[in-house]
């Protein structure tokens, strides 16, 4: 599933909002580039009539919770176009349970929803290694997977993105810094190449629009 309706205003050449919610990965820790500073280049590279802004709203340490609760004010306000919701390893980290985390990530879709016609992407988060800590996330990650296919909505795999750069022989170590969880530039570009994969039509897709002769 794409964000087609985006994908249409990045077509047009109308100002474009994309407003992202979420944790340290969102906001692009210890690095120069983050994975929204890559999705723009990629965004705009594909769209060059595009007007987008993006507004970075990760907060290192963030958990679904604390993303509802700043959710009007930091991501709502911005009166954006489609918002990318992105959490996991902290909320399983510090021992929320999947039950309560797929309550609050319904809460933060039912009040985007409410507040206008943005469209939501959710984002997993990225591959942390073959670990129980990894395992542990993944069953965060296969929730954001149930939300957006009982509510109809993209998600972009980002976990499994690296895995298969990682089976084609990238290196897990090169993606990740010293604490083994946060990504280095190239993880982010390689987080940004799943996200951008929910703003690109397949050609499949666009053969279906032709019209019949």
């Known amino acids: 599933m794409k964000a087609h309706r985006t994908i249409g205003l990045l077509r047009s050449g109308r100002p474009v909002t994309l407003a992202a ?12 580039k983050g994975y929204l500073d890559y999705l723009a280049e990629m965004l705009r590279r594909d769209y060059p009539a595009c007007d987008l802004r993006i507004v970075n709203e990760g907060l290192p340490g963030d958990t679904a919770d604390c993303g509802l609760y700043r959710l009007e004010t930091d991501i709502l306000d911005a009166k954006p176009d489609c918002v990318l919701v992105q959490y996991a390893i902290n909320d399983a980290s510090l021992g ?69 750069k990682v089976a084609e022989g990238v290196d897990w170590r090169s993606l990740v810094q010293f604490d083994f969880v946060h990504p280095t530039m190239e993880g982010y570009r390689h987080m940004a190449e799943a996200v951008m994969e929910m703003f690109r039509e397949d050609h499949a897709e666009e053969l279906q629009k032709l019209p019949k002769r």
Not at 21 to 32: A, E, K, Q, Y
């Open 96 to 164: 929320f349970t999947t039950g309560r985390f797929k309550r609050t990530i319904r809460g933060i879709v039912e009040k985007i929803r409410r507040a206008g016609e943005a469209e939501i992407v959710l984002v997993t988060s990225s591959f942390i290694g073959d670990n129980r800590e990894n395992a542990i996330a993944e069953e965060y990650y296969q929730v954001l997977a149930d939300i957006g296919e009982e509510e109809g909505l993209p998600v972009a795999l980002v976990h499994e993105h690296w895995k298969r």
């Open 21 to 32: 919610l979420g944790d340290s990965l969102t906001r692009g820790w210890m690095v120069r």
